[in-house]
């Protein structure tokens, strides 16, 4: 079945500098994207989103790019903080069905 | 505002037992979602409402699975008998309107013995 999926399953990088997790999507159809940071112990926190008529869209101190092209999808990370330590996941909407379907994750550690 | 409230937050059972999940979503969310979230993995979606109606329960276990929003406001999800490689966090979420502006509550661990 058509899922999202992630490049990487752990990201290390250095604290202050900035990060990118990456994410593939294979359903054409979806038309609203989300990233979500998951905390040990904790559900899902919203961390930014995106729909299909943007490819770019920046928060504080994130940045989701959406390429329709090849389907992909990405989070950067500015001045990457010890609080950004956690899971992250990407999520697609599938128009239509009207459900998130979830990737499997990337681990963001942070080295001192 | 308040946010998705899930209790227990942990619960240890041994397998063929049962057991139940309790969900109070943000007030005012019309769509309320239950997920299955396995350890290493995605949360992955088990049911769907769209205030007391199901919209979306294909992916439900329904030999064993079950949930209920009698009222349209909070949720229970029961799960009769329980299996080994039912251990997981289920997650329960809300929104506002079908498909945007998801919150998530903090889960409730499933350990089965």
């Known amino acids: 079945g058509e899922s999202v999926g992630l490049h990487l399953p752990t990201l290390s990088v250095q604290e202050g500098d900035n990060s990118i997790i990456n994410c593939a999507y294979s359903?054409?159809?979806?038309?609203?994207f989300i990233w979500y940071k998951q905390e040990s112990g904790k559900g899902p926190q919203f961390i930014i989103d995106i729909r299909s008529n943007m490819d770019k869209r920046q928060g504080q101190r994130v940045t989701v790019l959406l390429n329709k092209t090849v389907k992909h999808l990405s989070l950067q990370i500015a001045a990457t903080q010890p609080g950004d330590s956690a899971v992250y996941f990407c999520a697609e909407n599938f128009q239509g069905a009207q459900k998130l379907v979830f990737g499997q994750g990337t681990r963001l550690t942070i080295n001192p | 505002e308040a946010g998705v409230a899930q209790s227990p937050r942990y619960k240890i059972i041994e397998k063929r037992q049962s057991v139940a999940f309790w969900c109070n979503p943000i007030?005012?969310?019309?769509?309320l979602y239950w997920y299955q979230q396995i350890l290493g993995q995605g949360p992955k979606l088990l049911i769907q409402f769209q205030n007391n109606g199901v919209v979306d329960d294909s992916q439900l276990p329904k030999d064993r699975f079950s949930a209920e929003r009698l009222k349209g406001v909070d949720s229970t999800l029961k799960i009769q008998p329980a299996k080994l490689e039912d251990s997981a966090v289920y997650l329960c979420?809300?929104?506002?309107?079908?498909?945007?502006?998801?919150?998530f509550g903090s889960g409730t661990r499933l350990t089965v013995v």
């Open positions: 359903n054409s159809a979806s038309d609203y």
């Open positions: 007030s005012g969310h019309a769509t």
């Open positions: 979420a809300s929104s506002l309107e079908t498909g945007n502006g998801y919150t």
